[in-house]
């Protein structure tokens, strides 16, 4: 148990997490949409302005780590987009990449010893917010299409593989399309390139089917009590 305990991260992730998962609970329990989303802004607005502001004002940022081109923070920039300009076209993709991702983020930590604070507060943020997003879209009985669905994996694939052009002429590891995510998480279990990257791949599309069965059955079991 105390292995599994450290390859997640250690007590104080562990904790943190209990922390975060405590508030969401609460949250999706108590809260109503308006107040959700005027959170959410807030919160994107906070995370995004002060990770940025922090990294570059330090002289730590280094764009082979800290560009948002990882799936997560890519979603996230999305969000707060989709907000400012009041665009809804993106949300089923937004939505279907928010429950995976931040599930997924709330399990592993790509944190190293040399990490500063601000980016541990960026990633419990990031993926906080992710799932955040999730919970308003579930609240408010909105769709996604067999269509959306096709048209995220699309998109991501074209992500996927900018991200792996990238990586390719400037060595980083964004997806880690290189080499495992750094840090504690349960990529230990994996197999070494590419096996883990093929297995990181499924595990987003069963995300995705999870995803878009339960946002649909949410939205079925709405229209029937109406």
Request: glycine share 4%.
């Amino acid at each position: 148990m105390t292995d599994i305990i450290n390859v997640l991260g250690g007590k104080s992730h562990l904790l943190t997490l209990v922390i975060l998962v405590v508030h969401l609970s609460f949250l999706i329990k108590y809260a109503n949409v308006i107040f959700l989303e005027k959170l959410l802004k807030l919160l994107l607005s906070f995370n995004i302005i002060s990770y940025f502001s922090i990294l570059l004002l330090t002289d730590t940022f280094n764009f082979k780590v800290h560009l948002p081109i990882h799936l997560c923070y890519i979603t996230e920039i999305f969000i707060i987009i989709s907000y400012i300009f009041n665009i809804k076209h993106f949300y089923p993709w937004i939505v279907l990449n928010s429950l995976g991702g931040g599930i997924s983020g709330f399990l592993n930590t790509i944190m190293v010893e040399d990490s500063v604070p601000i980016e541990y507060v960026h990633h419990y943020l990031s993926h906080f917010n992710l799932l955040l997003f999730v919970v308003i879209f579930y609240k408010s009985k909105f769709i996604i299409s067999k269509n959306d669905l096709l048209k995220s994996i699309i998109l991501n694939l074209l992500i996927f593989s900018f991200a792996l052009s990238f990586n390719q002429f400037f060595k980083s590891n964004y997806w880690f399309t290189r080499t495992k995510p750094p840090g504690n998480n349960l990529s230990v279990f994996f197999p070494q390139w590419p096996y883990y990257l093929l297995i990181f791949i499924f595990i987003g599309l069963v995300s995705y089917i999870f995803t878009y069965y339960l946002i649909k059955r949410n939205t079925s079991r709405n229209e029937i009590s109406n």
